[in-house]
C-alpha cells in the first residue's frame, strides 16, 4: 500500500508487525509516520506515543523513552508510567522512578510485576537520602545559599524525617538546636514552616526523641512560634505540638484515635503541663487570632487523652470554661479596649470546643457544674451596665446555642436572660438590635423544639422586622422565616411576610449587600440567606439574574474560603436554576421548602411548562457569566453538602444545549467527574447526569479531552437503574452510544464496565425509545469483534431472544435486532448454530428477507451469508427451507434496490458452493477415514495426527476414533479449528 494512502491505524499495525519480528528501526519510523497523521491530543495518540516507547527501551535509549512516555501521560496513557520507571532507573534518576511506581502502586495495588521494582527503589532512594543528609542539613543551614535550593533540601530533610531510619540519622546530626536556630532568624517562611514540620516529625511514635526535644526547646518555645499571622506557620506549630502530644498519650492524628491510659499515666506530669499552658493561653490579649484557633483546636482534640487525668473537669475546675466564653463574647471587626483578636471561624471553633468539654462531663454532678460555670460568667458580666458587657453575654450565648445545646436551653431560658435580650431589643442601638436578632435567629435554627424563649423571640422579631435599618430588616426575616418550623407549637399563625412586593423591595436590599461586600462584611452571610428564601420568588429571581454586579459578587464570594458563605451562594443558584427534586437530602433545602410552602402558598415554587424559557435564560446568563469556574472551585471542598450542592448546579447548567461547550472550556466536564467518583449518591447522580447531557450535545473528544474520554463511561454505566425513569434511561444510553462511536477501545471499556446486563433489562421492557436506543448501543459495541465472541460466550441464550426481537412489530427495533444478529455470527460459527434455538427462527429469517426497509432486509441477508459460512451443518439446515428461493426471487426482482440483489446473489453462491462441493468433500472423507486406519493400525502417530487434523477441518468432530494414544489426544487438544 502507498504510503500517502495509508492511514494511522495501519501505520500502527506495520509498526505493531515490526516490532513482533524485532525490526526496531523499521518499528519507528511506523509508529512515527502514524503519529504524524494525528493532529488531536487524544487516547490513540498516547498509544502511539507508548508503542514507540517500547521501541527506544529495546534500543537503550532511555532519554527518548522518557520523552514519549511524557507525551503519552499528558493526553491519557497512563500504561506509559511503567516504561518511563524502567527509564528512569536505567538513567539513574531513582527518586523519579521511585515516584512514578508509587502512582502504579496506588492505582494497581495488586500489580505483581512493580512490587519487586517499588521495593528495590525504595531501598535505594531510602540509602542514598541518608547519604545525603549532611550535605542537605549543611545547604539547608547556610542562609546565603540559593532559595530554591535552601528550600529543596529541607523538603528533602522532611521526606527522610518521616522514615524511622531517616529520622535517626537527623537526630544523630544533632539537627534540633540547627533547626530551632533556623527558625528565629530565617527570613524565607517556606524553610521555617518546614523546619517546624521536621521536629514535629522527629517527636512523632518516639518518646525518647520527644523527651529530648521537649528539654532542648521547652514548652514555651512550642507556643512561641505559634503566635504568628502566617497561617503555614501556625499550620506547622499546631502539628508539631500535636505530635509531642500524641506521643505522650498514644494518640494519632485520626479523628477515631483513643488514647492509650497506660502511656497518658506514665506522662501525667507532661500532658498537664501542656494543656495548663494552652487554657492559659486562650484569652492572651498578646496572640493572633490564628493562634488563638489552634490553640482552641488544640484543646478540644486532646481533652479526653485521658480518663485517668479526669482533664474534662479539671478545665472546669481551672475556670476554662470563663475564659472560653469570654472568646464566644468577641466579635470580628467591632473592637474595644479589652478586646482580643480572633478569626471569622474562632466563635465556631469554641462552640465545637465547649460541646466536646460537655460530652465529657460523664455524670450529672459534672454537667451540674459546667452549667453553674456558664452562668457565672453571665452574672459576672451583668455587673456592668455597659453596652460592651450586654453584646458579649448575647454574642457569648449566640455562640453557646451552636455548641451543647442541653446547656443552651436552660441558659436562654433564664428569666434575667430573657430580660436582658427584651430590653436590648427595645432600644435604638443597631448593634444591640442586631445581636439580639442573631441570638433569636440561632435558637430558632438549633431548638427542635418550641421553647419560652423562642416564644419572646417571636414578637421581638415581628417588631424589628419593621425596622428603618436594612440590616435589621434582614435579620428578622430570616428568623421569622425560620420560625415556620414551629407553627403549631407557637399557636398563632405566622405572619405573611411577603404582600405587596415587600419580597422584591427586601431582595434588591440583600443585593446591595453583596456588591458592598466588602463594606458590609457582617452582612454577608444574612444577605445569602436572606436571598435563599426570597428567590424562591420567580420574579425576585429574574431581577437577581439581570444584576450582573451582584453575580459577580456572589462568584468573589466563594473564593473566600467560607463554607457557610459558599453555602448561602449554591442554595440561592439552585433557586435561580430550580434545581431541586421533590425529595431532597439536605436538611437546609427541605427547610426552605417547607417554609416556601407557607410564604409561597399562593405561587408556583417548581418550574412548570410556562417557566422553561425564564428557566433556561436564566442557565444560559450565569454559563455566561463564568459560573462554571466558580463552581468547579467549589467542587474542590471537603464538605459533602457542598459538593452535593455543586453537582446539582452543574447538572441544571448542563441542560441547556447552546452553552455545554462553555462548561467545557471553564474546566467543568474534570469537576464534574471528580464529584462523580466521590460523595454522597446524590452527589455522583448529579454530576453523571450532567455528564450524560454534555456527552448528548457535543461530540465525544471536545466534551471529554484525553484520558477522561474512558474515566466518563463508569459513572454513566452506574446512572442506568430500572428505578430512573426510562427518560433518564434513555438519555444515557444515548450518551453512551456516542461514546461507543468513538474508537474500538472505548467500544472494549464500556463493555468490560458491565453495561450488558443493565442494558439487556431494557431490551425486553414497555418503552420504545429505551428498547431501540439500547439494542443500538449493543450493536455498536459488538462491531468490536473481541466483544461479540465475550458477549455470546457469558449468554449463548442471547442468540435465541434476538431472533424473537426480529418479529417485532416495532421497525426501528427490528432493524436494531438484526443488526446485533449480524455481528454476533459473523463473530462466531455457534452464534450460528444458536439461531436454530428459537422455534420461530425461520419466521423470523423470512420477515427480514422480506421487509420493505432496505437496511433490515440488508441485514437479513447478512446474517444468512454468516450461516452458510459457518458449518456445513447448519447450511445444509437453511438450504432445506425456502430461504433459497426467497434469494432468488430477490435477485430477480426489478423492484428490489442494487445493493439488495448483489448480497442476495453472494449469499446464493455461497449455497451453491456447499451444494457443489458436498460429494467431493464425502468422498476425501471416507479416503481419509481409511488412511486414519491403517496408521492407527501401524502405529504411525505423526501421521495419524495429521490425518486428524484433516478431519477436523472437515468439520467431522463425530468421526474422530475415541481410543486413540494419549499423545494423539494432546495434538488434538492444540488444534484449531478452521
Known sequence: MAKSVMTAQEWKEKGNEEFSKGNWSNAISHYTNGLKLIKEDNAEKGVYYKNRAAVYLKLHDYEKVVEDCDSALKICCNKALYRRCQALEALERFEEAY??????????PNNKVIQPVATRLFEIVQERRKENVSQM??????????????????????????????????????SVSKLVQLVKVEKNEEVICTAIRIIGELCKNNINRTESVMKFVGLSWCLEIMNSTSIQRVNASQYCLQNILNTYSGMNNKPDSKPDDALCAAHKEEIDTILSCLLNSVTSRTITGLARDAIIELIMRNIHCVTALDWAERFVELRGLQKLMEVAGEMEGYKYNSSIDITSSTRTKTSMCLTKIYENMY???AKEKFINAIEEFIKDKSLSPDTESKVRIVLAITTLIFGPLDVANVIICKKEVIGLILAMAKTDDVLQQKMVCECIVAAITNCNKANIFIWRGRNILQNLYYSKHDSIRIRALVGLCKLTNFEDALCSPTIKLFPHGAAKELAKVCRRFLINYKKEKDMIKWALKGLSYLTFDDDVKDELIEDQQAIRAMMELTKTGDQSISYGVLVTLINLCNAYEEQEHIPEILELITVVRHHFADKHVVADDENDARIRRRLCMLAKAGMTSTLVNLSKTNSRNIKELTATVLNAICIPDEIREIIVQQGGTKALLSLAQDSTYKTKKEASRALVHLAHALPPEVAFPGQIIMEVVRPMVNLLNPECSADENCETVTALCNLAKVSDTMRGNIFKEGVFQKIEAFVYGKDILLKVASLALIGILLSNHEVAIQCFEEDKSRVKHLMLLCKDKNQDTKFAAAAILMALTAANREACKKVFDSNSWLESLRLLLTNPEGKIQERGIIIVINMLRSSKDVAVKLMETDIMKILTVLTKNDTVPINIKELASVALKEAADRSGNEERRQANIVMIERECDRARLSGQLNLLSRLLRDLWAYELVENIPTNVDSEIAKVLEGTERR
Open 99 to 108: 515516584r512514578d511506581a508509587e502512582i502504579i502502586i496506588s492505582s494497581d
Open 363 to 365: 455524670y450529672d454532678a
Open 137 to 174: 542539613l549543611d545547604l539547608a543551614f547556610n542562609v546565603s545559599a540559593d532559595n530554591g535550593k535552601r528550600e529543596t533540601a529541607m523538603n528533602n530533610l522532611l521526606v527522610l524525617a518521616r522514615e524511622r531510619a531517616g529520622a535517626e540519622e537527623i537526630f544523630k546530626k544533632e
